[in-house]
């Protein structure tokens, strides 16, 4: 009896929430494969040299980690795929004698595009800036500083 050896694969991978992860079957194939999380068929396996690349959706990203993975030799992959965070602007401070809203501004849960806005207690009155929006690039549109100040 003559024993034939077997393919190896890599196994189907999870793909993370808010990504596409895009594959190629091998490094020789020009066709690549999207999976949306979730959508991946459970027998799915790629052959060896076969690479994957995660694509974060509009407004996550992953960080400290590389977007890709590739089939070894034995069967398995280099690595994990990161997971997809959402990009957030760091908190703002409310002024002294004011306050920003909503609660997300100042707890570093703005994600982009957000409006934050700035009150001021009775007998105070804004100066500079009333609002701000999360920037793509995760900083605050921020043209004055903004105060509160005596005054009605």
Excluded at 52 to 69: A, N, T
Excluded at 80 to 106: F, H, I, M, T, W
Aim: charged share 25%; aromatic share 8%; glycine share 6%.
């Amino acid at each position: 009896m003559r024993i034939f050896p077997t393919a190896v694969h890599c196994p189907r991978v999870f793909v993370p929430h808010h990504s596409t992860l895009r594959c190629k079957n091998s490094t020789a194939s020009k066709d690549k494969v999207i999976f949306r999380p979730g959508k991946m068929p459970e027998d799915e396996e790629f052959p060896v040299g076969a690479t994957c690349r995660i694509k974060c959706d509009k407004g996550y990203d992953f960080r400290d980690s590389h977007p890709g993975i590739v089939c070894q030799n034995d069967g398995k992959w280099n690595a994990s795929l990161p997971e997809c965070r959402v990009l957030q602007c760091p908190p703002l401070p409310p002024p002294s004698n004011g306050d920003v809203y909503p609660a997300s501004c100042k707890n570093g849960s703005s994600t982009v595009k957000q409006k934050c806005f700035f009150t001021c207690q009775p007998g105070y009155r804004i100066t500079g800036q009333e609002m701000l929006t999360c920037r793509n690039n995760l900083t605050w549109a921020k043209k004055k500083p903004t105060q509160c100040v005596p005054g009605e």
